[in-house]
């Protein structure tokens, strides 16, 4: 099959989407940037086929988000090993505890993946001796769907749309890349091939 810059979003599109429906897809936890320069590991829970929205969830007491609050800059990094594909975006990204996103996303999140909101102390603050700042009665155990509900007023989405999109794949010919841009999710993408 010839390929096109349109059969190369699409790719994009399309590897992001399962990505983020497969738990083994090695772009399930891809490296996300922020402003100061600090990067970290997120799962990736949902990528729409505009790439209006890639939805992360974390936790509303940890630095990125006070950081990024409701409008960002935030850049994402995945990568495929097997497929050897890069993806590189940028977007502009914004932080929800509250409204129906955040709400429609603790709803679905099972009791095991809900523990992580019930630490005593968010990340990044300090601990006297190492651990997880997680109760002590819910350590070896998830916990139940009822004991999960003061997490909820520490758990947030991050929300990225994306506005830059780069395509690399890596070939023994050197590879072949390709850029998008846009102003927003409700402009056309601007595209074109460059130099690996
Ligand atoms: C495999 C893996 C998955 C992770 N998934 C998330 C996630 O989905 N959300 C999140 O906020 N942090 C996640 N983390 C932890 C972050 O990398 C980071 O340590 C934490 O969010 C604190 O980041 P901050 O200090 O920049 O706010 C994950 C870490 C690893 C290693």
Redesign the pocket.
């Known amino acids: 099959m010839e390929l096109t810059l349109d059969s190369v979003l699409a790719d994009a599109v399309n590897r992001l989407a399962t990505a983020a429906k497969d738990r083994r897809h090695p772009m399930h936890?891809p490296v996300v940037g922020?402003a100061d320069g600090?990067l970290?590991?997120?799962?990736l829970r949902e990528a729409t086929p505009d790439l209006a929205t890639l939805r992360?969830?974390?936790?509303l007491r940890?630095?990125?988000?006070g950081l990024i609050g409701s409008g960002a800059p935030v850049s994402v990094l995945a990568y495929d090993p097997e497929a050897r594909i890069q993806l590189r975006m940028r977007g502009e990204g914004r932080i929800e505890s509250q409204g129906p996103i955040a709400d429609a996303a603790w709803e679905r999140a099972t009791a095991s993946s809900r523990r992580c909101y019930l630490a005593e102390i968010g990340?990044?603050g300090l601990l006297e001796a190492a651990g997880s700042a997680i109760p002590d009665h819910l350590l070896h155990r998830a916990p139940t769907i009822d004991e999960t509900f003061p997490g909820r007023a520490n758990f947030a989405v991050?929300l990225v749309e994306v506005r830059s999109l780069d395509w690399l794949h890596l070939t023994h010919e050197g590879g072949i890349r390709a850029r998008f841009t846009r102003t927003s999710a409700a402009a056309s993408w601007q595209q074109t091939w460059l130099a690996p």
């Open positions: 936890t922020t600090d970290r590991i997120m799962v992360f969830h974390t936790d940890s630095p990125k988000c990340p990044s991050l």
